[in-house]
């Protein structure tokens, strides 16, 4: 029998101890970036003053950096102090949200889960109880009729918040907190904060929930809601923003320079902006796409890591448009539910009222007989229910009534929301009179304000959006 070529057995074993090490070392490495100072700072200052909030919400898109912000996060509120001889205080505990095994999260095993964590295995009954056995969390089956409840046994639950009292903790970070409403009812949602908010309340220790756009329905519920939570975007970087771009380049070198390989840093930062694509944008996609490249790049014992290295990792068409869709998707979504509350934005811009004192201000029982004449005189007289005020009549061609004074577009342009959204740019020039004014969303739709027809004089120098042939493209200022 004819035998066939075998490849090296070698292929496929892991990767000797040695290239092992570099390779965990760089997938160790976090780079500090911009959009991860800025949400660790505004999650701790938080976490140090809460004002009465009960819960914290970051939100980011997949793979933008979130669980490795949970993870600084974690690390900085328990590193030890000089002051205490080396004792680490338990600051934070940080939980890996499980996803559900059933259609309900299954808050049981979360308490289990936490109590583990902070090295709490049995609690006070007439009996020791193991908080790992399964048999002894077994909860009472509800009459038939009844809409089944999360699974939860209170035992448990008075456990796991007097070991969070004992510990003196600040707070409990929750990453991939989006399992926690994953149901179809719509109530889940609002169940599950009162019930996170509930927790706070009994113990004192913040809850921060930091996961994708799902979690988006935690914010706003309702008014009680709104108040005792704050929430936090953890956004990508855009290629329309300058700094973004930068901010990104500076993130890209950083992570090239960890390589421990050769690496042509000037050849492959000339190419910067087919990495920003690459990863739409996320550090965290970036950072996974060159962990992928040295592998192969360790595996094929070469002692430069190449741009086909690089090439041969990126995250297939399928997945990157998948991933790209929905972070514009949440993006939209969060920025407008961000941009509500324009109304006191406006207001606090207005300027001071105060009202004009008159000089010397008199009584009205002191007014004189004459002064009493001379107001009686500059009063309107009173006219009958029904007559109209008196008015001049127009002279020429008069505008018929009712005829408003803007131009005659008004229909829903045929502009990306998301685009829209994306560039920071909301004057867009009407492709009916060329006057440039705000657009705004109406609908899921953008739509030109209602704005008089431009006159003679040109159109000024500003960004906007304009209708060139079909396309709606962004005319950026000149400079």
């Given at each position: 029998m004819e035998e066939f070529a075998h490849p090296s057995d070698d292929l496929n074993d892991p990767l000797p101890p040695e290239p092992q090490a570099l390779l965990d070392r760089f997938k160790a490495y976090a780079v500090w970036h911009p959009r991860l100072l800025q949400v660790r700072t505004q999650v701790l200052d938080t976490i140090w003053e809460p004002a009465d909030v009960a819960f914290v919400v970051v939100c980011g898109p997949s793979g933008v950096g979130k669980s490795k912000l949970a993870e600084v996060l974690t690390r900085?509120?328990?590193?030890?102090?000089?002051?205490?001889?080396?004792?680490?205080?338990?600051?934070?505990?940080?939980?890996?949200?499980r996803p559900p095994d059933g259609t309900l999260f299954h808050r049981t095993d979360f308490y289990q889960k936490g109590l583990a964590l902070l090295g709490k295995t049995t609690f006070d009954r007439r009996i020791k109880v193991d908080v790992t056995t399964a048999e002894h969390m077994v909860e009472k089956k509800r009459p038939k009729g009844k809409a089944t409840g999360y699974p939860d046994n209170p035992e448990v639950r008075d456990a796991y918040e007097e070991e969070l009292r004992l510990q003196a903790?600040?707070?409990?970070?929750?990453?991939?907190?989006?399992?926690?409403?994953?149901?179809?009812?719509?109530?889940?949602?609002?169940?599950?904060?009162?019930w996170i908010k509930s927790m706070t309340t009994e113990t004192g220790v913040l809850h921060v929930l930091i996961g994708t756009y799902d979690l988006l329905p935690f914010?706003?519920?309702?008014?009680?809601?709104?108040?005792?939570?704050?929430?936090?975007?953890?956004?990508?970087?855009?290629?329309?923003?300058?700094?973004?771009?930068?901010?990104?380049?500076?993130?890209?070198?950083?992570?090239l320079k960890q390589i421990p390989l050769?690496?042509?840093?000037?050849?492959?930062?000339?190419?910067?902006?087919?990495?920003?694509?690459?990863?739409?944008?996320?550090i965290g996609i970036l950072k996974q796409w060159l962990v992928r490249a040295l592998y192969r790049a360790l595996r094929e014992e070469s002692a430069e890591l190449t741009r086909a290295h690089l090439e041969q990792s990126v995250l297939p068409d399928a997945k990157w448009e998948r991933m790209r869709a929905?972070?514009?998707?949440?993006?939209?979504?969060?920025?407008?539910?961000?941009?509500?509350?324009?109304?006191?934005?406006?207001?606090?811009?207005m300027p001071t009222f105060v009202p004009k004192q008159p000089d010397d201000p008199a009584p009205p029982s002191t007014l004189s007989p004459k002064?009493?004449?001379?107001?009686?005189?500059?009063?309107?007289?009173?006219?009958?229910?029904?007559?109209?005020?008196?008015?001049?009549?127009?002279?020429?061609?008069?505008?018929?009534?009712?005829?408003?004074?803007?131009?005659?577009?008004?229909?829903?342009?045929?502009?990306?929301?998301?685009?829209?959204?994306?560039?920071?740019?909301?004057?867009?020039?009407?492709?009916?009179?060329?006057?440039?004014?705000?657009?705004?969303?109406?609908?899921?739709?953008?739509?030109?304000?209602?704005?008089?027809?431009?006159?003679?004089?040109?159109?000024?120098?500003?960004?906007?959006?304009?209708?060139?042939?079909?396309?709606?493209?962004?005319?950026?200022?000149?400079?």
């Amino acid at each position: 029998m004819e035998e066939f070529a075998h490849p090296s057995d070698d292929l496929n074993d892991p990767l000797p101890p040695e290239p092992q090490a570099l390779l965990d070392r760089f997938k160790a490495y976090a780079v500090w970036h911009p959009r991860l100072l800025q949400v660790r700072t505004q999650v701790l200052d938080t976490i140090w003053e809460p004002a009465d909030v009960a819960f914290v919400v970051v939100c980011g898109p997949s793979g933008v950096g979130k669980s490795k912000l949970a993870e600084v996060l974690t690390r900085r509120l328990n590193t030890p102090k000089p002051e205490l001889n080396g004792h680490i205080p338990r600051r934070a505990l940080l939980i890996n949200t499980r996803p559900p095994d059933g259609t309900l999260f299954h808050r049981t095993d979360f308490y289990q889960k936490g109590l583990a964590l902070l090295g709490k295995t049995t609690f006070d009954r007439r009996i020791k109880v193991d908080v790992t056995t399964a048999e002894h969390m077994v909860e009472k089956k509800r009459p038939k009729g009844k809409a089944t409840g999360y699974p939860d046994n209170p035992e448990v639950r008075d456990a796991y918040e007097e070991e969070l009292r004992l510990q003196a903790l600040r707070t409990v970070i929750l990453d991939e907190a989006q399992h926690l409403i994953q149901s179809g009812d719509d109530k889940q949602p609002k169940d599950q904060l009162n019930w996170i908010k509930s927790m706070t309340t009994e113990t004192g220790v913040l809850h921060v929930l930091i996961g994708t756009y799902d979690l988006l329905p935690f914010c706003n519920l309702d008014g009680q809601m709104a108040r005792r939570g704050s929430e936090f975007h953890f956004a990508r970087y855009h290629m329309e923003d300058e700094n973004d771009c930068q901010a990104f380049r500076n993130a890209y070198l950083s992570l090239l320079k960890q390589i421990p390989l050769n690496v042509d840093h000037d050849i492959l930062m000339q190419r910067w902006w087919y990495f920003f694509e690459g990863s739409i944008g996320c550090i965290g996609i970036l950072k996974q796409w060159l962990v992928r490249a040295l592998y192969r790049a360790l595996r094929e014992e070469s002692a430069e890591l190449t741009r086909a290295h690089l090439e041969q990792s990126v995250l297939p068409d399928a997945k990157w448009e998948r991933m790209r869709a929905d972070a514009r998707s949440g993006e939209a979504e969060f920025q407008y539910a961000d941009g509500q509350n324009s109304y006191l934005s406006n207001l606090a811009s207005m300027p001071t009222f105060v009202p004009k004192q008159p000089d010397d201000p008199a009584p009205p029982s002191t007014l004189s007989p004459k002064d009493v004449t001379a107001e009686q005189k500059t009063r309107k007289p009173k006219r009958r229910v029904g007559e109209p005020s008196p008015r001049r009549d127009q002279v020429g061609t008069a505008q018929a009534e009712g005829e408003a004074a803007h131009c005659s577009f008004s229909v829903p342009i045929q502009l990306e929301v998301v685009r829209w959204l994306e560039s920071t740019v909301q004057e867009v020039q009407c492709p009916t009179c060329g006057s440039v004014s705000k657009a705004r969303l109406k609908e899921q739709s953008v739509v030109i304000a209602p704005h008089p027809p431009r006159k003679s004089r040109p159109v000024r120098n500003v960004s906007r959006w304009m209708l060139q042939g079909t396309e709606w493209v962004l005319v950026q200022k000149k400079e």
